[in-house]
């Protein structure tokens, strides 16, 4: 029997053309008067994570500390995203349909945004791996699940050692958690 081929696509600047937490803060401080610096500082902590310079859950810690989001900003968010897919992933929705089993997303992002994006492409709920939001009774998004691994630096290698696929394993992604999956050496054959 032949091997199973699986793909590990990250979500943002990947899936999407966009860093959803970016997008998330320019709907969730549009009326606040210093959003244009906070904004800026949003961007440069994901940059920072990207490049390697700021670990990734720091990173996140501080751009999910500065967002000032609630659940109807995400419903705004998730209309942004389903029009920000990027044009290669849009065209191969019929692939994704035909290998379901074998597609994960893998991501820092959240399930909250991602989920409802990628199941118009056939995506398994079970096969999206992403961080969690926590709210507080009025919906106000507070902080997110620090257990889960994907919010720690390696967080997607750490994933995918737990997974353990018995498989070739192809990575698409564009930062450097995505680097450092291919790194590891589980990944066959990595497309930036």
Known sequence: MAQKN?????????????EALDELARISLKKHPDRELIYKKIEDYTNMAMEGKLSFSESLAKRVQLLEA????LKQLIKRLKKKVSSSFSRNAE???KHADEVLIVSGGFKEFITPVVSD???KIENIYANTFLTNGDGKIIDYDHANPL???GGKVKLMQHLNLDGTLYGIG??????QLRESGMIEK???
Not at 6 to 18: G, N, P, R
Request: overall charge negative; hydrophobic content about 35%.
């Open 174 to 179: 564009d930062g450097y958690s995505d680097f």
């Open 70 to 73: 609630n659940e109807d900003h």
């Open 151 to 153: 919010s720690e630096e």
């Open 190 to 192: 990595f497309y930036a």
């Open 121 to 123: 492409f056939y995506f």
């Open 95 to 97: 692939f994704f349909k």
């Open 6 to 18: 699986y793909y590990i696509i990250d979500f943002d600047s990947t899936f999407t053309q966009v």
